[in-house]
């Protein structure tokens, strides 16, 4: 994605970096407080996702078509261990570590689409994105 915002997460403080930038692009497009909150927390649960497995990595906001329509992307990207079994690390309930199970199943409900890239050993790459809402 070109002219993305980067924001490095490496450390517990990056996910609350990661989420304010969410939250100033989603509102400077014009979404509404609910649906700037549901990104925020969407942006939350997958940058925790980072810390807690990975170690390290990146949120990258941007704005780009989507479904014919503009939409903000965010992209998590890690080099970490992978997902082995993504449609199970999409249940509601799931973890693989010490955490709810909230983090994906929890950012899917609260996007528009979420998709997970994955492979053992080397990294995930999380995509969701929100539509902009249409002008009256």
Not at 31 to 40: E, G, K, N, R, W
Not at 41 to 64: F, P
Not at 84 to 100: K, T
Request: aromatic share 2%; net charge negative.
């Amino acid at each position: 994605m070109g002219g993305d915002l980067v924001v490095a997460v490496n450390i517990s403080d990056d996910i609350v970096a990661a989420r304010q930038a969410g939250r100033e692009l989603a509102t400077d497009l014009g979404f509404s407080l609910t649906d700037v909150t549901m990104i925020a927390t969407a942006i939350s649960e997958i940058a925790r996702n980072i810390t807690s497995y990975a170690g390290t990595g990146e949120i990258r906001l941007a704005v780009a078509d989507r479904e014919g329509r503009k939409a903000l992307i965010v992209e998590a990207i890690d080099d970490g261990p992978g997902i082995a079994d993504i449609p199970r690390a999409l249940e509601d309930g799931y973890s693989s570590g010490m955490g709810l199970g909230l983090g994906l199943p929890g950012a899917r409900r609260l996007m528009d689409h979420l998709e997970v890239r994955s492979e053992v050993g080397h990294g995930t790459v999380v995509e969701m994105w929100k539509l902009v809402p249409q002008v009256a």
